[in-house]
């Protein structure tokens, strides 16, 4: 009996997988384990930007090592059809405050434009009371880039 394997997605298609989500995994490199936690995420057509709060191990395993692997996925809800992408690299703090300022905005305008709740916020450092703007008003949670990226696989099975 053969082996059947998921066949690879195109550019184009994992292209638009990113495109058309805003929620991945990324996996850090824990003290044993690998240590993975959800993000949304914002694609600019080059990086993945990701917030971070300024707590939590992320930050621990960040700092002793910015290399992780980052999946975004989209399946039906009987898995008769899925994609997903991993890409290998690694994280890089932005710091350039008008860079910031760009990427925090779109944070807002995924949110708003989504419909997404305001419950999200809490994972990014504000308050579900706040409003959207506050994540580009104020700088509650670091900026985050995917850069370097070293292995990709992006496989679908439709």
Known sequence: MDIVKIPRME????????????????????EKYPYIAPFLYV?????????????GKKIDYFRKSPYVAV?????????????FITLQGYLEEVTDSIDKKIIREEFV?????RR???NIL??????????????ALEERSLVWRLTGVKDMVALKNI
């Open 71 to 83: 999946e975004v996925e989209k399946y039906t809800k009987d898995l008769s059809c899925y994609t």
């Open 116 to 118: 997404l709740s305001n």
């Open 11 to 30: 550019k184009q298609d994992y292209d638009h997988l990113i495109e058309e989500g805003y929620v991945c995994r990324i996996a850090f490199q824990g």
């Open 122 to 135: 809490a994972a990014l450092g504000h308050s579900p009371q706040d409003p959207p703007e506050a994540i």
């Open 109 to 113: 305008s995924l949110i708003k434009e």
């Open 43 to 55: 694609f600019d057509g080059k990086f993945l930007h990701f917030l971070s709060t300024k707590y």
